[in-house]
């Protein structure tokens, strides 16, 4: 997995690949250079989603309705 | 005076009840007491701080609302007496709250109706992750910031989409089921809350719309319904997925503390490296095991071969360990060397084969027996002339 591949993951996926890696490293059949390789691409997962969980500001949005739908706005208290 | 059976002064009593035109179709208000249902029949005590009288209501089922016991009511029916018990019974034929006030009664009704449809049972689980959450709210007040902060506070990383909405007032249902509509089809939110400050049920009157029941029960994504006070229950709230009790608490229930999910991502980094561990363990003993195996089977082989012993000696010097299986390899192979059955034929030796079978006893030979005779460089085919 790149770099880039792992950038552009978001909080859920990158979870829910630990959890895959999780489960075929807890496999006896898994081999040990399999092991390590997945091993080091959960580090980099980890590491990944603790600077989404410790770096990551989600935002607040008001819908706004237009003639051909609606769209996202910034929010802003008392408007 | 003439003496009356039993059955002749009931069946007086009942006619007299029977002919009251005052008595027929009249509405009694009181309390419910003693309510039960049984085949469809619904039994029940009215009444008030002096008095009470035995109620029954036929097919209960049909009845638009159905109270409990304790609410107050106003049943609509007449009375019938009972010859055979000798019991005053106000057969019911309809039975409606009383007490709160048209709009409540309303509500009851309404409650009664969806109730019974099943649109309070649908109910979907919540989904695991929720990054994104859509509210049905005000803009502005207390409820998007209260909504807005706990989240905030407990997940910085989620994103909240406000739909604007009326929360009470003409034209207020219609918005609010426009916001839940819009966020069902909307792939980019996760879940939906409902939501306003709490007051009195005029003001709560939108969320208590028939529209709104239905459009929050058909919404497909999970929605919280966090309306009005504690205490204010709405059919927003009997129809949704889920009642919290403020908006609060709402945004609360649907995110969750970033202090655990930091727990959780270190705790998957430690079981990582525990598994690693694991597995370099077990493939580290899979090849000492091997090692082992082999040593065993190089002296076994050395033994039969008959050049001595080799002493396996436990030894964690892993050159040593490679030096000492090499020595024993190169041993076993001048051993193996020596017994060649090639070599015995550089010294003039030769085998002989009869249907491709080796011969070692002339006893296998008879005359004209064709044979094959194996040289170090070839072989001869012959045939036995005779024998001795």
Redesign the interface.
């Known amino acids: 997995m790149g770099k880039n591949e792992v950038k552009t993951k ?3 996926s990158a ?1 829910d690949e ?2 895959i ?2 489960r075929k ?2 496999d ?1 059949s ?1 081999p ?1 250079d399999e ?2 390789a ?2 080091q691409q ?2 980099e997962l ?1 590491k990944y ?2 600077d ?3 770096e ?8 706004k309705k237009e003639f051909d739908g ?1 769209l ?1 706005v910034p ?1 802003r ?3 | 005076m003439p003496i009356y059976s039993v059955l002749q002064f009931n069946s007086y009593v009942k006619n007299i009840f029977r002919m009251e035109e005052l008595l027929r179709n009249i509405s009694i208000k009181g309390e419910v007491g003693d309510w039960s249902v049984s085949a469809d029949n619904a039994y029940f005590v009215l009444k008030d701080a002096e008095a009470q009288v035995n109620c029954v209501c036929f097919e209960a089922d049909a009845q638009d609302y159905l109270p409990k016991t304790g609410d107050k009511v106003i049943v609509t029916g007449s009375p019938a007496y009972y010859v055979k018990g000798g019991r005053l019974n106000f057969n019911v034929s309809k039975i409606e709250p009383c007490g709160e006030g048209e709009l409540y009664k309303q509500f009851l009704i309404l409650k009664n109706k969806l109730l019974k449809e099943g649109l309070f049972d649908r109910k979907s689980a919540m989904p695991d ?1 929720i ?1 994104r959450i859509g509210v049905v709210t005000s ?2 007040g207390a409820v998007i ?1 209260d909504i ?1 902060n706990v ?2 506070r407990r ?10 909405v009326k929360v009470q007032g003409i034209g207020s249902e219609l918005d609010i089921v426009e ?1 839940i509509k ?1 966020f069902d089809g909307y792939s ?1 939110v996760d879940a939906v809350v409902v939501a306003r400050g709490g007051g009195a049920l005029e003001d709560l009157n939108a969320y208590n719309t028939e529209a709104v029941a239905r459009a929050v029960a058909d919404c497909g994504k999970f929605l919280v319904s966090a309306v009005g006070h504690e205490t204010d229950y709405t059919l927003c709230d009997f129809a949704a997925d889920l009642r919290a009790p403020t908006p609060s608490a709402a945004a609360e229930l649907l995110t969750s503390d ?1 202090a655990a ?2 727990e959780g ?2 705790q ?2 430690l ?3 525990e ?2 561990n694991i ?2 363990n ?2 580290r003993d899979r090849f000492g095991r091997s090692l082992l195996e082999l040593e065993n089977r190089i002296i076994s082989l050395t033994q039969r071969a008959g050049t001595g012993v080799i002493r396996a000696q436990a030894d964690l010097n892993m050159s040593m360990f490679f030096d000492r299986r090499e020595a024993a390899v190169v041993r076993m192979q001048d051993k193996l060397a020596g017994l060649n059955p090639l070599r015995l034929a550089e010294q003039g030796y030769a085998r002989i084969t009869k249907e491709g079978q080796y011969l070692d006893s002339v006893k296998d030979l008879s005359v004209n027996d064709k044979i094959k005779i194996y040289f170090q460089d070839g072989h001869a085919s012959a045939e036995i002339q005779s024998k001795g």
């Open positions: 978001s909080f859920e979870m630990l959890n890696i999780t490293l807890s006896g898994t040990l092991g390590i997945l091993y959960g580090l980890t989603c603790m989404i969980l410790s990551a500001r989600g935002k607040v949005t008001l819908i609606a996202e929010y208290e008392g408007e | 992750n990054r803009p502005t910031n807005i989240a905030k997940s910085p990383y989620i994103d909240i989409v406000v739909f604007p916001g819009f980019r970033i999910e930091k991502v270190k998957i980094s079981r990582l490296k598994l690693v597995k370099y077990a493939a």
